[in-house]
């Protein structure tokens, strides 16, 4: 499966990046990682680009609030986008704030699974069981559609 | 007019510059004290130097953090440059500049230069009359290194390798090292006329499990590009790595190495010195703690036989330190250097041998590149890889070589992408590691790693 990921905004923390991008591989996906410092529209352009099932987005410093905002319209804007998932982790907010507070905020910008402060591999099973249960939720409509 | 002059002319002709007067610097130069070059202190030093890190916006208050570390004992003054004039932004910097001085917060996180000119900085270096060097992060640097050399700055820190893999996604590292040419040229020619004013490359790089091998590389063609262009004094630099042993053995190579290479292009004559920085990873939150881990480094230092030591503070954790916190590192330091006596002469010539043939190796791939200037080589073999620095965020950058500690906390090359290690060194880095495990430990173990000083 192919994921596209980066760091959104004039983010320049690297570290978690490149361990993001070793934990996908070493879990079979196949990565695009754009990097730090990726703006929103480069997101987009490369999942159209590679054809990625899962965009990854991150964040440090928390900037990702301010951009989030702007994920639906600029997402509606592309043409085929609709089963990709949607994924951001991360440090999500400048400053502080409850994971419960900042979970439903950023599910209403969009996005399928949030990761406030979570470990990195606690994270990734997050994707995996999700993309399991979609999967088993695909079957199912197939089916009764059959 | 020399094609040089004719840039430097276009250069100095900015805007923010109020009227760069060539000839009256040179005279300030030329006559300038000696206690103001560091090159002068390193010549007839007996102990190793003590620098701080720090910059304020206002002129007032980077005059007052200067107090404090001359209270505190200080032998080389820093001046840390703010982001916005190390991308060259000297608008924001002016706008940024007058609120801090109306409103008395800082909104900057440094001095910029540029803006407050070099006829009212020299004022606060000459009153000083202590060496001072240049912090910034600045690819481009030629009109902020003018500026702090007319101010009577004598040592400069940077380089456009490590001045740029660390901390940018997409300059263009050929245009970093064009810039950076004319930065050697100038600090060449201004050290004819008084001592030599010294260039000092930025050793840690990311700070980020980078093993020395590759360090040492960067070091040494960071030396090399300056030294051919004239330089007479030169620092190498790097930063605590984690394990004690492992900092002896990579100060031991980096001396011997910078003065085979410096003789190899005869310029054996320019003073190559030794640079330590304190510990640059992720910092205890707790103060005391951090204060621990400040005097372990300065102990290592003195191990390490450095010229120069670089502090950090114990609000390290908590953003820029106050300058009590900053003056207070100062005086602890001395402190520790004036205690340290009888020092045990450690060498680890099977570590060292490995470390200098993996050195040698890149080297010798970097210098069989076929292009037909040393820059050229330089830049081609980031390009393709041969030279590799973990976590840099550049684009440039391959990020196909991978880093974990061994048991005794050495920094080991377990996957070393297209750098050349040499088979029999691969193999003997490797085999210091457990090299079982899944990649999934791998990966907490490298996060463990990072952080060995929380």
């Keep these: 499966m192919k994921v596209v990921t980066g760091v959104v905004g004039n983010d320049i923390h690297v570290v978690a ?65 609709d089963n990709l998932i949607m994924m951001i982790g991360g440090n999500l907010v400048v400053g502080s704030a409850n994971a419960e507070d900042i979970i439903p905020k950023y599910k209403n910008y969009g996005f399928d699974i949030v990761c406030h402060q979570v470990d990195l591999n606690t994270g990734l099973d997050l994707l995996e069981s999700f993309i399991k249960d979609r999967e088993v939720k695909d079957r199912d409509t197939k089916e009764s559609n059959e | 007019m020399s094609l040089l002059q004719e840039e430097r002319k276009i250069i100095l002709n900015n805007e923010y ?18 206690d103001l070059f560091i090159s002068h202190h390193f010549k007839n030093k007996n102990k190793m130097l003590v620098q701080p890190r720090g910059g304020f916006p206002t002129y007032k208050k980077q005059f007052a953090l200067n107090e404090f570390f001359v209270k505190a004992n200080v032998d080389v003054l820093p001046l840390t440059i703010d982001s916005n004039t190390r991308l060259n932004d000297y ?57 702090a050399i007319a101010s009577g700055i004598f040592e400069i820190e940077g380089g456009p390798i490590t001045y740029l893999l660390p901390y940018s996604k997409n300059f263009p590292l050929d245009k970093a090292f064009l810039y950076w040419k004319y930065v050697e040229r100038v600090c060449a020619n201004y050290s004819k006329l008084n001592e030599p004013i010294n260039r000092e490359s930025f050793g840690p790089l990311t700070a980020t499990l980078v093993p020395p091998a590759i360090t040492i590389v960067i070091q040494l063609l960071e030396m090399l590009l300056s030294l051919e262009e004239g330089v007479k004094s030169f620092s190498v630099s790097f930063s605590q790595t984690g394990s004690m042993n492992q900092d002896i053995v990579t100060g031991a190579v980096i001396k011997k190495l910078a003065k085979y290479y410096a003789e190899q292009i005869n310029c054996g004559d320019a003073a190559i010195n030794l640079v330590y920085h304190q510990w640059m990873g992720a910092f205890p939150t707790n103060k005391d703690y951090a204060e621990q881990l400040i005097n372990m480094s300065t102990v ?155």
């Design chain 1, 17 to 81: 990046n490149r361990l993001i991008e070793l934990s996908l591989n070493a879990r079979g996906y196949e990565v695009f990682n754009l990097g730090v410092n990726t703006y929103l529209e480069e997101f987009f352009d490369a999942v159209v680009e590679t054809g990625a099932e899962v965009l990854l987005i991150s964040s440090l410093n928390g900037e990702a609030e301010g951009w989030s905002r702007e994920v639906k319209l600029l997402k509606a804007k592309y043409k085929h986008l």
């Design chain 2, 17 to 34: 510059v109020d009227s760069f007067d060539f000839a009256e610097v040179s005279e300030f130069v030329k006559n300038a004290s000696k």
């Design chain 2, 91 to 147: 608008a924001t910097a002016k706008k940024m500049l007058r609120l801090s001085e109306e409103n008395d917060v800082d909104m900057l996180n440094g001095y910029p230069l540029v803006n407050h000119g070099y006829r009212t900085t020299r004022k606060m270096i000459t009153h000083f009359n202590k060496p001072v060097s240049l912090r910034h992060g600045t690819p481009d640097a030629r009109l902020l290194i003018e500026t």
């Design chain 2, 300 to 454: 290592i230092a003195s191990m390490v036989g450095a010229d120069k030591i670089i502090t950090k503070t114990r609000e390290e954790a908590s953003g820029i330190p106050t300058k009590e916190a900053n003056a207070k590192t100062v005086a602890n330091t001395q402190y520790t250097l004036g205690i340290l006596n009888g020092l045990p002469n450690i060498v680890d010539e099977e570590e060292e041998e490995m470390l200098t043939l993996q050195v040698k190796a890149i080297m010798e791939a970097v210098f069989n590149d076929p292009a037909d200037t040393l820059w050229r080589k330089v830049f081609n073999s980031i390009k393709n890889g041969i030279i590799d620095v973990p976590f840099s965020p550049h684009i440039i950058n391959h990020n196909n070589m991978i880093t974990i500690r061994d048991a005794k906390k050495n920094i080991r090359i377990i996957k070393r992408g297209n750098v050349p290690i040499p088979d029999r060194c691969y193999a003997y880095e490797k085999a210091q590691c457990d090299l079982t495990k899944d990649t999934t430990s791998i990966v907490n173990d490298i996060i463990h790693d990072i952080g060995i000083m929380q």
